[in-house]
Each structure stands twice: as C-alpha cells, then as structure tokens.
C-alpha cells in the first residue's frame, strides 16, 4: 500500500537524491562551499533558468516539447533592451510588452500545433529559428540597460534582507523564481487545467473520450511556455543587465534536461514543476563545484547533464517495467 | 518496360514541388539580384554565387541524407551536430599533434561518427526511448565530449591534404560537391539497389505490418542511425578542414535543424515512410540558395533564419492533411453560396 | 453505406439489456447513434418518453446516458479519486479557483460505495488497481453523472471468471437502483448470468429481441450466426464433437507439421490443443473472443507463449519473434487488415514482395525483373483489380488489399499458411475468389489453418475444425464430422 502510494514520486525522491549527494559533496570536497553566498548565488545565477524548464515542464507534461525557449527569451531580452533605451519607456511597461509578445508567440505555436496536427518539435524549432532572427531584427547588437529600476533589482535596494544572516539579502529575481515557482505548482497540483494537462500528457484519447477539450488545452500550454520563456527572459536581462539578441543559445535543451532530470516523463503525465526546479539546483551545482575545483573544464558541465538524462531515462524505464512484471496489486 | 516507367514516375512525382519552389527562387534571383548566375574559370575552378551555393548547401546535403534515413523510419536525429563536432575535434587534434596521418584522421573520425549513429540506433530500438529523447541525450553530451578532445580549444592544424577536403577543387568544382555525389551515389546504392531502401519505408510506414512480414525492423532502425552517423561526422570532417581548424562550442551548430529542414522540404514526411533522397538534396540546395538570395538582399546573416522559418512552416502546412481539408472546405463554401 | 437499417430498440428502467453480435453486425454504430457520437440518418430517440435529440456526447451525458467504452478510457497516473471527477471537479469559488480535493474524494467515495467498493483508498494512483477494479472505477465515474442509462462496452472482455462474477454483482445492484443498463458482449453465460433481455443484431439489421430466460444457447449463437437451428437438443452436442484429449486428432504427431500441446500466453490465451498435417485444412471455429486470433498470433510468433510446446516437422521449436516462425515455413494473413497487414503507401509490387525479400535479408535483393514478374504473376492468377503494379496499396478495395496480402504469403511459398478473417468485410466475388485460391494451394500441400466468423465458410474449406471456447479448445470435428449443425452444436455446448 504504501509502496503503491510511494511509487509515483519514486523519481522525485531521487531526484531529491542526487540533489542532496552533490552538495554534501561539495560541502566535504570544498571548505567554502557550505554557505549563505554559495546557495544565493546558486539561485541567482539561475533564476532564468528556473523559470524556463518550469515552461518546459508545462508542455513536457502535457506530451509536447517546446525548442523556441531559448530563442525567445534573447528576443525578449533585446526588445526590453530596445524599448528602454532607445524607445524610452519604463521598464515595468516594456516587462509587460514583452511577456504578453512571449504569450502571442506561444499562442502562435500552439495553435500550429493543435489546429493544424503538425509536429510539436518542428513548429517549435522553426519557432526557434524565427524568434531568433527576430531578435537580430530588432538590433542587431547587445544593448546595455542604465535605467536606475533595472540596476536597483541587482543591489540591495530592491531585495528582501534576510533577518537571519548577517548582509544576506535575496535579489528580487530570486523572489521572482520562487513567486512562479508556487504559482505554477498551484496551477498544475489544484486547478481543473492543471490536472487536465496531466491528462492529456499521460493518456490524449482518454482525456478526450472524458470529455476535456483537448485541443484547446494543448494551446494554453504552449501560451503558458511563451509566457514562462518571455519571464524568464526578463529575468535574464535584469540578470545580465543588457539586452543580448544572440544569447541563451541552446537554452532550451538545458532546459529540457532540467525537467528530465527532476523525475518529468518526457512521455507526458508524470512529474513537477518542483522536481524541475531540483533539476536546475543539481545542473546549477555541478557548475559550482566545477569552478570551485578550478581545474575541471567547463565542458564537464555538459558531459555530466547528458549522463544525468540518460541515467533518468533508464530509470523511468525501470521504474515501469518493474510495476508491470509485478502487475498491479490486486485492489 | 511500362512497370519501370512508372516506377521511375512515382519517383519523381514528390520531386516537382521542391524543384518548382527552386526554381522560383532562381527566377526571382534572375531578375532581381544582380551577378547571381555569373560564374567564373580561375585557376582551374569556377567562382561564382551559384558555385559557393553549392559548396555550402553539399555540407547540409550530406548530413541531410543520413537524416532522410532516419526520418523515413519514423524517428529524427537531433544529435547529428554534435556529432559532427565531435569528428572535427578527432580530426584536426589528431592531425594537429601528428598522431595520425590526414587519412587515417578522417577514418577515426567517420568512425567516432559511427559509433554515435549506433548509440542512438540502441537507444531507439533496445531501450525503446523516443528518437527525440534518445538522440537529445548525445545533443546534450556531444558537444561536450568534443570540447574534452580539444581541450576546450580552438585546434588549428597545418596539413594541405586535409585543407583540400573543405577547400580543394575537383574537376573545377569545390570538393565537397564531389564529396556529395560520391556520398549521394553510395547511399542511393545502398537504399534502392538492396533491400534496405524497401525496409526503411516499410517500418517508418507501418512498424507493426513490417514486423509481422519478417522485416528484421531493429536492424533497420540502427543501421539508418549509423548512416545518419557517418555522413554527420563527413560533415564535421569538412567544416573542420573548411576552416582548418576544429571549433568544439560552434562547428556543426544547428546543422541537424538545417537538415531536417532540407528532408521536409524535399518531400519526405516527417511520420515515415517512403522517402526521396533526391528531394532532400534539393531541399537543401533550396534552403541554401534561400539563405544566399536573403544575404545577397542584404538581410543580415542573423536575422536570415527568420524568414527561413516562415517559409520551412508555410512549406509544412501545405503539406499537412488537416490544413488541406480546412482549405478545401473554405474555397467549397466560397465556391456554393 | 448503412451501417445500421431500420432498427428499433428499447430499454426499460431497470433491466439490463444485453447487445449481442459479431463484429460488424452494428452494434457500435447503434450505440454511437445513441451517445450522440453520431447523428441518426432516420428515426428518433425517446428518453423517458420525451423526444431528444444529441449533438455531441456531452449532450447524450447531460441528458443522463453514461458510456464505458471498451478500452477504459481514464488516466493511469492520475488518483482514483481525480479519474471519477476529472473535469467536472467542486472548485472554491474565489479565484484561481483551486479544487476542492476533499469534495472531490467524498464525491468519489459515494459514488465508489454505489458499486460495493467501499474499502478503496480513492488517493490511490489508478495504474496500482487491477484491470478490473479499474472497469469498475470507468463505471463509478460514469454513475457520478446520475445517470438513467449506462451503456457498457465489452467491459468483460479483459476480466477472468471471477472478475466478471464481481463485476455482474454490481450491475445487479445498480439495476435494483432503476438504472437502465446496455450491456455488449460475446460470452453466452454472461447472457444468461445477468441480461434481462438480449437484442441481436446481424448485418446492421436487427434479427430479435427476447427475453433471457426464453432463450438457449444454442438459439443465441444461431441467431447471431445466421443459421437456422434444427432444434437439436444442446446436451446432445456430444453426437457430433470429440473432446479434444480423446484422441481425436488422427494425424499422429509425427507425421504432423505443426503440433501444439497446451499452448497458452498470459492474459490472452488459456490452453490449445491441435495439430495439422501438410495439405490438411483446418479450420478455427468460435465466437469473438474465444481465442481465436489469439491462437493464431501465438503460432505466428507475434506474441510469445508462456506455456505449452510446440513443435514444427517433430521438432521442439520456440517462436521469439514473426522472423523465427517465418524461418520455419509459416505465414500469417492477419486479422486487422489495415493496421497489421498493408503497408499503405508501398506500391502493391512492394507490398507483394516484402515478406519473401525479408525472409532472404539484406544481402539478397530480388532483381527488379524478378519483382515484378512475381507482382504481375501474383495479380493475374489471384485476380487482384489494379491498374498497374505501381500503385499504392491503399488504393485498393478491401478485398484487392487482402488478396494482396495474400500474394505477400504465397510468394514465400509456406507450408503453413494461418488466414485470420481473411473474408471480413470484402465483396463477395473477392471472397470466392480467395476460397478458390486456399483450395488451390492445398491441392498443392500447402497446410492451411482458417480462421472465419462465417460457419459456413469454414465448413466449405476445412477438413477439420478445432473449436474454442473461453481461451481453450474444447473440440474437434473432422471428415463428415464437419457439418455447420455440428460446429454450431460444439460452440454453443455447456463447458465440457
């Protein structure tokens, strides 16, 4: 019963796992590496990549994938970046120009998805392509952000203090990611679209003989993934404080890996937005240990993720074929 | 022999709409882009915008055959770029510390190719991962098993044997289009002079049927991911000796997307099935030619992909069933009011 | 085309009302005009007297008709409690509107409790419950509806004997409760176990409807069958049909080609017993889902068995996969002509040769002159309607698409050639024709193993016929032995 009961979240544990063995790692390897800085900065340098494999978790969900993420979160960046500097408008209003131009994108593939019956990952990877040209299109150049609101979300004026470590205060990026983190968990844990995205991800021709509407959820995902890249882009221009049109390339499989990583089926049905999160902790702590060991290479980083995906791949697989040899316990 | 003439017809048919979509393009380049077909004689080679379309389009061309295997049996490739750095960082770091001569450099890397195809091809068959998920995992490691070769740098290498792969002439055309009729004539041999050109279709069209007429469908699947393989990592062995040099973070980026895009274009589905090897090399003609008609129209060579993706979902949606029906259905209401 | 013509149908408050029928007799089509999935050409609906007509299935489900449709239809990872009230779950009223679990689960528990299942923890993941507990969380979500009318699709055909005891258990519950239940199956006891009344539909025409009780075994399997039934005793079954274990078999096993002996898979297939000798017909005769297909898919290779032996020319042999059987001479014409037969956008030539290159491998191409001289051979001597060798299969009629196939199996000349319904659904000429071919072919030696719905068919065209029943085979019939009264006989028999 309880192992019945244990089983769905099997990966997460895992996932949970691994989290937990690479940071006791580094906390045993490196002297430094148990502190407040190190955590802030974890989460900090990878609050844009939170927000995006949250998106791809949303669309890996519902059986979909989505490529354009990070495509259309370097045309974010460069259209703040624009209007900021060269259109002059506040930053607050080009933010919110900018993530409902993500959810029309989205919007966009959605319907080519849905509508038109073409496959997921071509629509998205011509997405890919076009966002990015759009990007070079707007400016052809990264353009830095002087304006004092952008600045002020890096330093302390704009940050929570913490009450318990002395100077620790957390960036409002930070609070940011942690604000989408449970809004997204709420959508998908306790209302009916979050469970039918479930639905659809694990079986698409139940959910419609059930009566979901199918089609048009499938099109909220990817509006929900245009809008969560198009964040997450913001928050990689206040992160680098510029617009950059060629940045974030291949974004979006580090994404993806992320999600994987966290315990997501990449089949649909199974998984969390929290276990994505833990993804991007592990992938985000595997570059810290790289640079606090100082001579790994960078391009350990990549060798590791892949091991990482392949070794949940084969443990979703072992996962299922263990629960179908047993059978499903007689209820 | 009317059987063979019609044979020969079917073959051509998925032809016509990549080479009538080429040919308005040519067109459109004749009239309105200036020294678009003027070609040259120096040195014994000839120069000239079409000339330089077909050095850079072969490179795509290459990798887009193995592909079109791939696509035919209902999968996809998405790990031919890295594997395709990952030969150029064989080749040129052996050839650079002179471990190897040129020849044996470029057999290593066609090999390491290789290897990749049929790691894919165990994970699709044997574990049964979904192509996309399954080649993600060498997407994601490739490159950086490539940078470990290098070392994480930029590798130049001295050898002019191995600079006239990318760079050489043959007969007065640039090597790599020779490269790709030798390749070309090889995989179009192997596909439809024996019997592995029937099975491809056969399990991308129908997986189970296939099985149950005996088609050994495993064998199938890996030997069209170890092809894929092999001409990505030609691919990187020309990029590399391209340049002379091998660039682990960037050779080969987005090559795998140009290349689907060349198979979808020329005419083969991207569910499975039957498949044109000639269609493909079109496509990836046309995307070139697309991509040197937007350079030469002075749109820059980083907003290009844009209207490139316009044209690739304008291409997909004619050919996708339900877009047809819902035209078909307007132009029936407009035409019975 | 009609799939349905002119049938009238009732159900009372109360009653379960069993569907009865082969496949293609129109019962999907009915139950389809009744749930809204597809409008009726004629004729109306009365729901408790009132006129109404559906639109869509929501409508059909406002108005109080619940489906189950056969292959379950809910989501294995999302809880028991979720797969009763996906999409119409109690939500708070302030926004974003989150789900009320706890309602949700009372919800689930009550309408649980309505079936007898009062112990089940509804947080459970659904893929943890067993197949049948599973049906039955289809029904309870279908009864969360309170419906009038419950419409249940095959719900036994993947329950054993005493899943469907538990299973019948509930309906006569929910039947005390005033519901009207419509109920499609193949299995006889279960007409007799539960069903009120029995509708029979045959060819989208509606051959009867009686009460339960008035009725045999024997009647319903004529009924649906077709055939007239003369009346004979069912106890007496025994008149024409030998058990299968004494000594019915003539052909000893060693000049046999093919001997099974108590071959059976999991889940799908019990124990069959038979054997077949080379130029022997023999035929496969029982309702859908006695095992049938099954049988033949487990001799094909298509699926491993799990018990039993098999041996092929005497030998012990074991089928991992189509390829090892193909080794040994066999060939399968299957059931699902679309699905597992064609390749549909291969050229009929393709199609023809695909199983004779896949046998000879890689190395060995069929030249190109011998491609098509076996291809216009083929749909010359088989008469398949084609204008030319290079066309795409699926431009085929049904039965050009089936006597290509068969072409694909004759080409490998086999010694055992397995035809699954090879008749279902094609013209009536194509049909002789390939009678004709199967003749032919054993003349020739080839051992033929035929499987039909059609009695008379399988009596026209086999020498022996092994008759199933409930997975197993039960019987066997052989020379003058093979008459339809007879086969009809050991089908509708009591359990031996």
Same mark, same amino acid.
């Given at each position: ?331 | ?84 750095? *990952? /030969?150029? =960082?064989?080749?040129?770091? #052996?050839? @650079? ?8 450099? %470029?057999? $290593? &890397? ?112 890996? *030997? /069209?991911? =170890?092809?894929?393989?092999? #001409?990505? @990592? ?8 391209? %340049?002379? $040099? &091998? ?91 | ?66 489906t189950v449709y056969q292959e379950i239809g809910l989501i294995p990872h999302l809880s028991i409690a979720e797969n009763i009230c996906l999409g119409r779950e109690p939500v708070h009223r ?403």
């Amino acid at each position: 019963m309880t192992l019945a009961r244990l089983r769905p979240i099997g990966p997460l544990l895992v996932t949970f796992g691994v989290l937990l063995a690479i940071f006791a790692f580094g906390c045993f390897a490196f002297p430094n590496f148990a502190s407040f800085a190190v955590v802030r900065n974890l989460l900090v340098d990878n609050a844009f990549l939170g927000v995006a494999a949250i998106g791809a978790t949303f669309v890996i969900l519902s059986g979909g994938i989505d490529l354009s993420v990070g495509s259309v979160m370097a045309c974010t960046s460069i259209l703040i970046a624009t209007l900021i500097e060269r259109g002059h408008v506040h930053p607050i209003a080009a933010f919110a120009a900018a993530v409902a131009a993500g959810g029309l994108f989205g919007a966009m593939q959605g319907l080519l998805i849905s509508r038109f019956e073409l496959p997921a990952f071509l629509v998205t990877l011509a997405g890919l392509f076009f966002a990015r040209g759009a990007a070079f299109a707007i400016h052809s150049q990264s353009i830095g952000i002087g304006h004092v609101f952008v600045s002020a979300t890096l330093n302390e004026s704009l940050a929570f203090h913490l009450p318990f470590a002395a100077g620790g205060s957390i960036p409002i990026t930070v609070v940011a990611l942690l604000a989408i983190l449970l809004a997204s968990w709420t959508t998908l844990r306790h209302t009916r679209f979050g469970r039918s995205v479930y639905a659809v991800g694990d079986d698409a021709a139940a959910a419609a003989l059930m009566g979901l509407p199918v089609r048009a959820i499938r099109v909220r995902v990817y509006v929900v993934s245009g809008l969560l890249s198009a964040c997450a882009g913001v928050l990689f221009t206040l992160y680098q404080q510029s617009g950059d049109p060629a940045a974030c390339k291949g974004l979006e499989l580090d994404a993806i890996a992320a999600v994987v990583i966290g315990g997501t089926l990449l089949r649909g049905g199974v998984g969390s937005v929290v276990g994505s999160f833990a993804g991007v902790l592990i992938l985000g702590l595997i570059q810290t240990i790289i640079a606090f060991q100082g001579n790994l290479s960078s391009w350990w980083a990549r060798i590791v993720a892949g091991g990482l995906v392949l070794l949940f791949l084969c443990l979703h697989r072992g996962l299922s074929k263990l629960s179908r040899s047993r059978g499903p316990s007689p209820g | 022999m009317p059987e063979r003439t019609r044979a020969i017809q079917n073959a051509l048919r998925p032809l016509l709409w990549p080479v009538v979509a080429l040919g308005l393009l040519l067109i459109f380049n004749a009239v309105c882009t200036a020294g678009f077909f003027t070609i040259e004689l120096r040195d014994g080679r000839f120069y000239g915008v079409l000339v330089d379309i077909l050095n850079h389009g072969s490179r795509v061309a290459i990798v887009a055959l193995g592909m079109t295997l791939v696509i035919a049996t209902g999968g996809v490739d998405l790990s031919a770029g890295a594997a395709a750095a *990952i /030969a150029g =960082a064989i080749t040129a770091s #052996l050839v @650079a510390q002179g471990h190897a001569p040129w020849p044996l450099a %470029i057999v $290593a &890397a066609l090999a390491a190719g290789l290897l990749c195809g049929v790691w894919n091809g165990v994970l699709v068959t044997v574990l049964r991962l979904q192509p996309i998920v399954a080649t993600l995992i060498l997407m994601v490691a490739g490159r950086g098993i490539a940078q470990l070769i290098t070392d994480g740098l930029i590798i130049t290498f001295q050898s002019p044997p191995l600079a006239a792969v990318g760079n050489g002439s043959f007969l007065a055309l640039p090597m790599p289009l020779a490269l790709l009729v030798g390749v070309g004539a090889i995989v179009a041999l192997g596909a439809h002079r024996t019997p592995l050109g029937l099975f491809i279709a056969s399990v991308g069209d129908n997986e189970v049927a296939s099985r149950l007429a005996g088609v050994p469908d495993r064998a199938v699947r890996i *030997i /069209a991911y =170890a092809a894929c393989g092999v #001409l990505a @990592a030609l691919a990187g062995v020309i990029e590399c000796s391209y %340049i002379k $040099a &091998a660039d682990a973070n960037n050779a080969g980026n987005l090559l795998e997307l140009d290349a689907i895009l060349a198979v979808v274009i020329g005419g083969t589905a991207l569910r499975g099935g039957r498949f044109s090897l000639a269609g493909t090399v079109l496509g990836a003609f046309f995307m070139q030619t697309l991509t040197t008609t937007l350079y030469m129209q002075n749109v820059s060579a980083e907003i290009a992909p844009a209207p490139k993706a316009a044209v690739v979902v304008i291409v997909c949606l004619l050919q996708s069933p339900s877009f047809r029906h819902r035209c078909a259905a307007l132009f029936a209401r407009r035409g019975s009011p | 085309m009609l799939a349905l013509g002119g049938v009238d149908f009732s159900l009372r408050a109360g009653e379960i009302h069993a569907l009865m029928g082969e496949n293609g007799a129109g019962k999907s089509t009915l139950i389809k005009c009744l749930t809204g999935v597809h409008a009726p050409a004629g004729g109306d609906i009365h729901l408790a007297g009132a006129p109404v007509r559906f639109g869509s299935p929501r409508d059909a489900e406002r108005a109080g008709i619940s489906t189950v449709y056969q292959e379950i239809g809910l989501i294995p990872h999302l809880s028991i409690a979720e797969n009763i009230c996906l999409g119409r779950e109690p939500v708070h009223r302030f926004w974003p509107h989150p789900i009320r679990w706890s309602a949700v689960r009372a919800r689930a528990r009550d309408a649980l409790a309505r079936l007898g299942l009062s112990g089940l923890d509804v947080r459970r993941e659904l893929a943890s419950c067993s197949i049948a507990v599973q049906q039955l969380i289809a029904i309870a979500r279908a009864l969360d509806m309170s419906p009038r009318v419950l419409i249940l699709d095959e719900p036994t055909s993947s329950l054993d004997r005493d899943e469907c005891a538990r299973l019948f258990d509930v309906l006569k519950r929910l039947r005390g409760q005033g519901l009207g239940i419509i109920f499609i199956t193949h299995a006889l006891e279960q007409v007799e176990q539960v069903a009120d009344r029995v509708t029979v539909l045959r060819d989208g025409k509606l051959v009867g409807v009686h009460d339960a009780i008035a009725l045999s075994r024997a009647m319903l399997v004529s009924l649906m069958v077709g055939r007239a039934f003369d009346h004979v005793p069912v106890a007496a079954g025994s008149s024409g049909a030998e058990g299968v274990g004494s000594g019915g078999a003539k052909s000893g096993s060693e000049d046999a080609l093919l001997s099974a002996r108590g071959i059976g898979r999991r889940g799908s297939l019990e124990h069959v017993d038979f054997t077949i000798a080379p130029g022997e017909a023999v035929g496969l005769a029982g309702l859908l889902g006695s095992g049938r297909t099954e049988t033949a898919r487990l001799l094909f290779g298509a699926d491993v068995m799990d018990r039993g032996e098999l041996r092929v020319r005497g030998r012990a042999a074991r089928f991992a996969a189509p390829h090892d059987a193909i080794a040994h001479g066999i060939a399968l014409t299957p059931e699902n002509r679309k699905a597992e037969g064609i390749i549909p956008s291969l050229s009929v030539r393709e199609n023809i040769i695909l199983a004779l290159q896949a046998r000879s491998g890689f190395s060995k191409r069929l030249s190109r002159a011998a491609q098509n001289a076996l291809a216009c051979g083929f749909i010359t001597s088989l008469g398949i309607k084609v204008g030319n060798a290079e066309t795409p299969i699926a431009h085929l009629s049904g039965g050009n698409q089936q006597k290509a196939l068969l072409a694909r199996w004759l080409a490998t000349e086999p010694a055992l050639l397995i035809l699954d319904e090879p008749t279902r659904g094609i013209d009536v000429a194509s049909k002789a024709e390939i009678l004709r071919a199967i003749h032919d072919m054993r003349s020739k030696g080839m051992a033929i193993l035929f499987i039909s719905s059609e009695l008379e068919e399988v009596v026209r065209a086999c020498t022996r016929v092994v008759v199933l029943r409930d997975r197993r085979s039960v019987a066997q019939l052989s020379g003058v032995q093979v008459t339809e009264q007879n086969v009809l006989n050991a089908v509708a028999q009591h359990h031996a």
